[in-house]
């Protein structure tokens, strides 16, 4: 096991921070929410980072535990997510896009319609340095990416 950080893992460090973050979903039934609240995002150690989401919309409030490092040994990002409002462990394996300012995390989950699971990837793309945008798609039967997730984090003060 190597402890020495490489360049993917500096890539993470862009993020660490605290941020305001502004999300647009879409519901199983097609509504649309809005989603604001804070990610606090550290680094464990020089090798993972941990993004800790807080947030809401009206009543509803939920929290979130993103982790994030890099596999030298598999070449790829990897990571989980877990959440309040939902049992599944998310577990994430990507890569950088070829521009470099986006990480793309593929998983696998539960449909929204409780069918079974389908494909998801996440993606966290870096604007500047006060602001990065995450998006989350699932895709269809059909092989079609469905975005049901945009939002921006903007860094705080």
């Known amino acids: 096991m190597s402890s020495n950080t490489s360049e993917p893992h500096q890539w993470l460090e862009q993020l660490v921070g605290q941020w305001t973050f502004h999300h647009e979903c879409i519901n199983?039934?097609?509504?649309?929410?809005?989603?604001?609240?804070?990610?606090?995002?550290?680094?464990?150690?020089?090798?993972?980072?941990?993004?800790?989401?807080?947030?809401?919309?009206?009543?509803?409030?939920?929290?979130?535990?993103?982790?994030?490092?890099?596999?030298?040994?598999?070449?790829?990002?990897?990571?989980?997510?877990?959440a309040s409002m939902m049992d599944n462990l998310w577990l994430y394996q990507g890569d950088r896009n070829e521009a470099g300012n986006a990480v793309v995390l593929q998983t696998e989950g539960p449909k929204f319609d409780g069918s079974g699971t389908c494909p998801y990837r996440d993606t966290i793309k870096i604007i500047d340095a006060d602001c990065w945008q995450m998006t989350s798609e699932m895709q269809d039967d059909d092989g079609n990416w469905i975005c049901f997730m945009n939002g921006t984090q903007q860094r705080d003060g």
């Open 28 to 82: 199983p039934d097609g509504s649309k929410m809005q989603v604001d609240g804070r990610v606090d995002c550290r680094m464990l150690g020089n090798l993972w980072l941990v993004c800790e989401y807080s947030g809401g919309s009206g009543e509803e409030q939920w929290s979130s535990i993103m982790a994030l490092g890099y596999d030298n040994t598999k070449s790829a990002y990897v990571g989980s997510f877990v």
